[in-house]
């Protein structure tokens, strides 16, 4: 059976376990605590990157949520998750790349900042600029459509999805209305952190954000 490594508090392996939920994929979950495990010999031969998620598939192990998301799409074509015509691929990839490339990396300060670790004034400005452009520019995408592409439930969704549902989302009905949509998904429901578990985590995500910038 497939194994995944994940950690409930990660939002990176969130997307794969939303993922794997969402296409009735069977698979068994190995817990990997972030709380120096991920530094020890035996996870880095798993993953030399030290992170959480990883697959292994019949001997075949993949590391990154995306690469990992696309290899289950080749592998298990339906219910597709990735529509084929040209624009809507666009879409995906551009939601996608936003989210894990802009988005993601831009909430650092801000979670460093929320957790109490400091961080210079000039940066929590950027970041929120930034993570104001990427808003935006989802609000304006999804407009009055149900997901990102149109009415179909895409990898779009998961990938954003997964990471918009912590951010505050005052200012941005559309987006609101659509997260609050996804929060009602079953696979949302079964893969929420709960804030006890978050709380309990405060430590290791503190030492791990000391590690970021
Ligand atoms: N780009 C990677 C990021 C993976 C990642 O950063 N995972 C975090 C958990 S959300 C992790 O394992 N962090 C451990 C550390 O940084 O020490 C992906 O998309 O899979």
Redesign the pocket.
């Known amino acids: 059976m497939l194994k995944f490594y994940c ?1 409930p ?5 969130r ?2 376990w939303v993922y794997l939920l969402e296409k009735g994929i069977p698979f068994e979950t190995i817990l ?1 605590n ?1 709380d120096g495990d ?2 020890d010999e035996n996870f880095t031969s798993i993953n030399p ?5 990883v697959i292994i598939d019949s001997e075949f192990r993949v ?6 998301l696309d290899y289950l799409e080749a592998k298990y074509p339906t219910p597709s998750l990735l529509p084929k015509d040209p624009e809507s691929i666009a879409i995906v990839r551009m939601v996608e790349t936003i989210t ?1 490339v802009e988005l993601q990396p831009t909430t650092i300060p801000l979670t460093r900042a929320l957790v109490g670790l400091e961080v210079e004034p000039w940066r929590i400005e950027a970041a929120q600029q930034r993570v104001t452009a990427a808003l935006q520019f989802f609000e304006e995408l999804i407009g009055d459509q149900t997901f990102f592409v149109k009415d179909k439930f895409t990898l779009a969704d998961i990938v954003a999805g997964t990471l918009i549902a912590s951010l505050p989302l005052e200012g941005y009905p559309r987006l609101k209305a659509w997260s609050e949509r996804l929060a009602q998904r079953d696979s949302w429901q079964q893969t929420v952190a709960h804030p006890e578990a978050i709380e309990a985590a405060l430590p290791n995500i503190r ?2 954000l000391e ?2 910038f």
Do not use: D, M, T, W
């Open positions: 950690n508090i990660s939002v990176n392996a997307r794969v990997v972030l991920h530094l990157l030290q992170r959480v998620p590391v990154e949520s995306l690469a990992i894990v030492k791990i590690r970021r």
